[in-house]
């Protein structure tokens, strides 16, 4: 009792979702869905219940009483594993003959006959209607009897598959369901039921709806009869074309089937069909894969028959899909290869030129410094040849104004004939020349490049560095002083300062060696020392000496 006790609890839980009166289909699959993924815990609750009778059944007290749990055992086992009921109800049909009860025996057999058709041994089925005495039925059996009949007909046309067959199948059942209204009871519930399929067999599904949505109010949620009514209202509503509708309660049938165990799940099945048809692939797939393995697991040759049917059709539509799916994601996942390809490439060479471009810039930064240097010695070189041009030809003009003054003189002292003094005028030294050459060229060129003797001093040893007169240089930093100036011949450094060549290299040479550097690339250097004092030069031309 405690594991049955359980079962109803975990439907109660359910049974708010199940009713879907208000429920969206999307929640309702949701729902559905749910419930197969549980669907090993509720077989389980099902074998708990069977094992339960099974026991009561071995403390049975009489034959009659071990007959009444064998129809337990039936009820429960009639739509969860076809061959375990098979067994029981042969087991109740050898009671009945040892009990000598008829009534136990014939509705047994009625159960058997059901069991058959459900099983697809249609031909054994139809010989146990045979051999049965209608007469000699009593009036519920009756009711049974014609009932069974319109279950194994309606089975028949689903196994054959065939029009033709499927009329004259339609015929016997509307034969019976005329014979079973003439036996129940007007206005009962079965009543109802079959006058609102003979309706539908009329082409009247309206007024089956209004008959199948009574009865389906009074279900309880938590039986097999509520998911035996919303699977009537999915066929009305499926036969009204209100696809919607009959998606929804062959959802909420489905959904009851699962969670009361129920393995013949014709529910499933249709809902399937119903979602293969509106393109819902995957669900289909699903669904009629659960269906299958349902039907496997009832061992009902009819019902996997029925799937098989429709089975491979889905499968394949499923299948292409995937292949579809599959050769989408290699063209995308080929598309974003050769996308990211593109990318690197196109980052290699954005990366590239930018480094070329960066390159470029330095080397034209470079270059352009070098230009401004070059610009600037430029300007200095010709500021300076602009300058030392006036002051030379001015030097020029003070010494042509002394020689034509010499000259006077000479041909004053000819006329004369003071030939002693020429004589002694001829004897005179150039020194005092000389000594005004270097003073003036010492002058214009500190007045030039003020911070040349610093700079000078800065490249050799302390102990070699010198210290000249303000305004003066020594004969060193004259010879370094011409070399700044662009003079880098020997020969003409030595003429301008009256000594020989290799003096020159002597001076050079001793300076080198007290160079901080060791004398490499020394004279380089010295070009560039000290910087031009462009007001210097109004004042570093000397004065008139003449």
């Known amino acids: 009792m405690k594991q049955f006790s359980l079962i109803l609890f975990s439907l109660l839980v359910c049974s708010s979702s199940v009713r879907g009166g208000d429920a969206m289909p999307g929640d309702l699959l949701r729902t559905l869905n749910a419930a197969i993924d549980s669907s090993e815990v509720y077989t389980g609750y099902k074998k708990a219940r069977i094992e339960e009778l099974r026991l009561r059944k071995s403390g049975a007290r009489s034959t009659e009483d071990i007959y009444r749990i064998n129809c337990e055992i039936i009820d429960n086992y009639e739509s969860f594993l076809c061959d375990s009921a098979e067994y029981y109800v042969l087991q109740n049909i050898r009671i009945a003959r040892s009990l000598g009860n008829p009534d136990h025996l014939s509705e047994s057999r009625l159960r058997l006959a059901f069991l058959y058709s459900l099983s697809g041994l249609f031909l054994q089925a139809n010989d146990i209607f045979r051999s049965i005495d209608y007469g000699r039925l009593p009036a519920d059996q009756k009711c049974r009897y014609y009932w069974n009949s319109i ?102 049938a489905a959904t009851m089937d699962i969670r009361l165990a129920v393995k013949e799940n014709e529910a499933l099945l249709a809902l399937a069909t119903r979602l293969f048809e509106k393109g819902d692939i995957d669900r289909a797939y699903s669904y009629i ?52 390809l ?162 020159i290299y002597n001076y050079k040479s001793k300076i080198k060696k007290a160079a901080l550097n060791g004398g490499d690339n020394f004279e380089e250097t010295v070009r560039k020392l000290g910087s031009l004092s462009l007001d210097a030069f109004p004042s570093c031309l000397p004065a008139d000496n003449a």
Request: aromatic share 12%.
């Open 342 to 503: 593109a990318l690197a490439i196109a980052l290699f060479f954005y990366f590239r030129q930018t480094k070329v471009i960066s390159r470029a810039r330095r080397e034209l930064a470079a270059l352009t410094q070098e230009l401004i240097s070059l610009n600037r010695n430029l300007d200095e070189a010709n500021l300076v040849k602009e300058r030392y041009l006036g002051y030379f030809m001015n030097q020029c003009a003070i010494y042509i104004n002394k020689l034509d003054k010499y000259r006077r003189d000479i041909n004053l002292k000819i006329r004369n004939k003071q030939f002693d003094r020429l004589h002694d005028l001829s004897l005179q030294a150039p020194g005092r020349e000389e000594e005004e050459l270097c003073r003036n060229f010492d002058r214009a060129f500190l007045n030039l490049y003020p911070n040349f003797v610093e700079k000078f001093n800065a490249l050799l040893n302390p102990r070699s560095r010198y210290t000249p007169e303000e305004g003066r240089l020594n004969t060193e930093l004259r010879i370094f002083a011409l070399i700044r100036l662009g003079v880098s011949d020997v020969n003409q450094i030595a003429d301008f300062l009256r000594c020989s060549p290799q003096t």
């Open 151 to 252: 279950r194994y007909y309606e089975n028949l046309i689903k196994y054959t598959n065939d029009s033709h067959l499927s009329d004259e199948y339609k015929g016997e059942i509307g034969r019976c369901r005329d014979s079973l209204l003439s036996l129940l009871p007007v206005g009962s519930t079965d009543w109802q039921t079959e006058r609102a399929f003979q309706l539908m067999e009329q082409g009247q599904p309206d007024g089956a709806l209004e008959i199948f949505e009574g009865i389906f109010r009074s279900r309880d949620p938590q039986t097999h009869p509520y998911a035996m009514g919303a699977m009537c209202l999915a066929k009305a509503y499926g036969q009204a074309g209100d696809s919607a509708m009959e998606e929804r309660y062959l959802t909420l």
């Open 289 to 340: 894969s659960y269906a299958l393995n349902d039907a496997n697991f009832y061992n009902s040759r009819f019902k996997n028959t029925v799937i098989a049917r429709l089975y491979p059709i889905i499968e394949s539509s499923y299948l292409y899909k995937l292949d579809k799916q599959r050769h989408n994601l290699r063209f995308y996942a080929t598309m974003s290869s050769l996308l990211v």
